[in-house]
């Protein structure tokens, strides 16, 4: 049976792609060529309108991202309008642009939740592979910028081929001794420039690699590496379905699409103002920001609405999961990348499914 | 003779977030907490955010609530003391 759920009045948090712009050419860029990748963006008088009606939605939190959100010299004006409406902010860079006198600017405000810096390896040679030459040594000084201006940063690690055997030096690097309290990882998956890149994605050997690696270093660290995709969660998620399966149930709320609440507290907007349900999704138009109302988009868009009913559609209602003995304990994953690999997005996402990461020699791993 | 309850005034930076069951959120942007409203909380910071005293609370209140709590002004008091505690008010000086 489909779970009840409950759609908040607004959207809690706000996801903005603020820019198309970026210093680096990552290989794994899920921006770079998606539908958000629009070129035009808007200028700050535009945002600052929306901000005033993100403080009349009461929302709480806006994320910048991109791009290179610091490539917009505007930045320290966006921030003080998000502060003036009564919003906390954070922000998603390479660290390359940073300066130090704006890194002050965002820690006087005493709003910044945190600003992460994408590290992929202890050495530039391993941290640039996909992300250019310089990259490294841009995200080390963005870091130490932003620690000596006392801004909250932490970090997203991509794992892929290139850097699962670097992953014991990333964590020494980050948390020992650059002393962040704590960093996320995830992969990269088949999304904008990964569509042409095939060498950024994990093989299921290379993905069992990962999940020794992280599993053993989560366990070290004790808490302080965090995951929502990636090897890790995906180690994770399979041995609590694993246990599930053996015991013969199932889990709770699984079984349907269910793969994403994030559409039910949030919602993105691409850099050329257009609403869209996620930075991810952001070939699903809902809109224009200052033309539409927020309130209207999130609680009557026709798209939006049957975009949230997805987690009624049961997995038995597709071919590969119909005689899947993990049905019941699976939530057919984001729909984003299943949209990206199948161009569907009421479907199941292949590229997280269990029943093939097995037949591809895959394994479970003790959680500790 | 009874002590007169003082009204607490809200900080101005604090915000409600209303939901469609009646709760609300009370938010600090400043810490980034935030605390869970039931309505009969949510009339009363709505009532303070007007300027109304605590006897223009207690009408609101049992003006739109039944049944009311023996003791209306205790609860009222205490939940003036708990926003002011938690930040959320102050008292005026």
């Known amino acids: 049976m489909a779970e009840n759920r409950q759609l908040m009045k607004t959207p809690k948090s706000v996801d903005i792609d603020i820019t198309s712009r970026c210093n680096l050419r990552c290989k794994y860029c899920y921006h770079r060529t998606s539908p958000a990748d629009t070129g035009n963006e808007l200028p700050t008088p535009e945002w600052l309108e929306f901000f005033r009606e993100l403080a009349e939605c009461a929302v709480m939190d806006v994320t910048i991202a991109g791009g290179e959100p610091f490539i917009r010299d505007d930045l320290p004006e966006l921030v003080d309008s998000i502060v003036a409406n009564r919003m906390r902010f954070s922000i998603l860079s390479n660290g390359g642009l940073i300066k130090p006198e704006v890194a002050k600017h965002l820690a006087a405000t005493g709003r910044c939740n945190h600003v992460q810096i994408s590290v992929d390896g202890s050495r530039p040679e391993i941290h640039d592979r996909f992300r250019g030459a310089g990259a490294f040594e841009g995200a080390m000084r963005g870091l130490r910028i932003l620690q000596e201006a006392g801004v909250h940063v932490t970090s997203r690690v991509t794992i892929h081929k290139y850097n699962i055997a670097d992953l014991e030096n990333i964590a020494l690097l980050l948390l020992d001794q650059i002393g962040m309290g704590s960093f996320s990882t995830n992969s990269a998956s088949y999304q904008g420039l990964a569509r042409t890149h095939d060498d950024v994605l994990l093989s299921p050997a ?35 379905m694993e246990q599930a399966r053996l015991a013969g149930r199932g889990i709770p709320g699984r079984g349907f699409l269910t793969g994403c609440g994030c559409m039910w507290s949030k919602l993105a907007v691409r850099p050329d103002g257009t609403y869209v349900p996620c930075g991810m999704l952001s070939h699903i138009a809902l809109g224009r920001i200052n033309q539409d109302r927020l309130i209207d988009i999130w609680q009557n868009h026709p798209d939006f609405l049957r975009l949230r009913a997805r987690y009624k559609i049961p997995l038995s209602n597709f071919p590969e999961c119909a005689d899947c003995a993990y049905q019941m304990t699976c939530t057919g994953n984001c729909p984003a990348g299943g949209y990206a690999r199948t161009g569907e997005v009421y479907a199941p996402n292949p590229d997280d499914c269990l029943k093939r990461f097995l037949a591809d020699d895959g394994r479970f791993f003790a959680v500790p | 003779m009874p002590t007169a309850i003082v009204t607490p005034r809200p900080k101005p930076m604090i915000v409600l977030r209303e939901e469609f069951d009646d709760w609300a ?64 008010a102050e008292y005026p000086a």
């Open chain 1, 206 to 240: 290379e993905q069992c690699d990962a999940m020794v690696k992280i599993l053993d270093l989560a366990k070290r660290y004790q808490g302080r590496i965090t995951s929502s995709a990636g090897p890790l969660s995906q180690a994770k998620n399979y041995q609590e």
């Open chain 2, 25 to 88: 959120l009370l938010f600090n942007p400043d810490t980034g907490k935030a605390v869970g409203l039931p309505p009969t909380a949510v009339t009363i910071w709505k009532c303070l955010t007007t300027g109304k005293d605590y006897a223009a609370v207690a009408a609101a209140i049992t003006a739109e609530y039944e049944p009311l709590p023996e003791d209306l002004g205790k609860d009222i008091s205490s939940f003036f003391e708990d926003l002011v505690r938690l930040g959320y």
